[in-house]
């Protein structure tokens, strides 16, 4: 069974810079598509980035250039860093994992405000 835990959320200013974690439990990570997503409050979830098992990445069009997703297969992990933050990327953050089946983990807080 597939566990994943974020970490990293937190208060932000506007500018600022955070750094959110996805630990894997489990079998197989380097196999596993890894994906962020986000909802904020009244609106849907939606893709942030992700990553195959080969390290091809896919961003959103709101986020390209602020953030970079990446993983490490030997600390079962997957990171998404986050710069230049805006008010507008205030959301839960969930951590997400594929392969044959969708894991989630639980969700960070990210609020960005001055």
């Known amino acids: 069974q597939v566990q994943l835990v974020e970490s990293g959320g937190g208060l932000v200013q506007p500018g600022g810079s955070l750094r959110l974690s996805c630990a894997f439990s489990g079998s197989m990570f380097s196999r596993y598509a890894m994906g962020w997503y986000r909802q904020a409050p009244g609106k849907q979830r939606e893709l942030v980035a992700t990553?195959?098992?080969?390290?091809?990445?896919n961003y959103a069009d709101s986020v390209k250039g602020r953030c970079t997703i990446s993983r490490d297969n030997a600390k079962n992990t997957v990171y998404l860093q986050m710069n230049s933050l805006k008010p507008e990327d205030t959301a839960v953050y969930y951590c997400n994992a594929i392969y044959f089946r969708t894991y989630w983990g639980q969700g960070t807080q990210v609020s960005v405000s001055s």
């Open positions: 990553i195959s098992s080969i390290d091809s990445t």
